[in-house]
């Protein structure tokens, strides 16, 4: 079955460094998405992405943050300056469709700002 | 701004021993309210889709259940393998064009052999 892969599973870093979260969302779909989750609370959305733009922000999504399909398959969050509050579980998600979306979760990537 | 409460944060069940899981939300049209299992340190992992009131899916051991306000998760006769946090989330209709999940904060269910 296919599925949405994420690298690192786990990264430490000191804070200020910067950070490169990987994913590679399912083959056939269009829509990719950046949620993270800290520690004890809700999934929140980060970021959507469609036809090599972002289509969506939210509010947590500032100037530190970036997204990029840099080929066809890869789709990475980069974080420029960490912050300790970055510390929380990054999820990468795909979807083939926006309207009608199931969207399809990797396995994340903890971070660790210390 | 869109809002989805889920309870109880956390659920205590025999094996055998049916519940339901419930979810309010407030959202400015939806477009769809969507249930996800999550296991500990893993992703979410869909389940469901719920497009209008009255529409009911069911999978396995789950049903799931819509109105205008409030979403039902029910489980029958679980087993310890159902032990997980249920997440629901909402898709508004208006709005950008990202159609962004907003979630609840889930239930986390253990059922006790």
């Known amino acids: 079955e296919p599925e949405v892969t994420q690298t690192p599973s786990h990264q430490v870093t000191q804070m200020g460094q910067e950070v490169i979260l990987r994913c590679v969302p399912i083959s056939n779909h269009l829509y990719f998405y950046w949620y993270r989750q800290i520690l004890g609370q809700k999934v929140e959305f980060l970021v959507s992405f469609y036809n090599n733009e972002i289509s969506e922000k939210s509010e947590i999504f500032d100037d530190q943050f970036s997204v990029e399909r840099p080929d066809g398959s890869n789709f990475t969050l980069k974080i420029r300056s960490t912050k300790l509050e970055d510390s929380a579980m990054y999820f990468c998600?795909?979807?083939?469709?926006?309207?009608?979306?199931?969207?399809?979760f990797g396995e994340g990537s903890r971070l660790t700002v210390l | 701004e869109d809002q989805v409460t889920q309870s109880p944060e956390a659920l205590r069940l025999q094996e055998g021993e049916s519940s339901s899981l419930n979810c309010s939300y407030t959202v400015s049209g939806l477009r769809g309210l969507f249930w996800y299992r999550q296991d500990p340190g893993k992703g979410p992992e869909f389940l469901f889709t719920?497009?209008?009131a009255g529409e009911e899916k069911e999978k396995e051991r789950l049903k799931a259940t819509l109105t205008k306000k409030e979403s039902f998760l029910h489980i029958t006769a679980p087993k310890p393998e159902d032990s997980a946090t249920y997440l629901c989330a909402v898709q508004a209709r208006v709005g950008a064009a990202g159609n962004k999940l907003t979630f609840g904060g889930g239930t986390r269910v253990l059922v006790k052999p």
């Open positions: 998600a795909s979807s083939v469709d926006a309207r009608f979306g199931e969207l399809f």
């Open positions: 719920l497009y209008s």
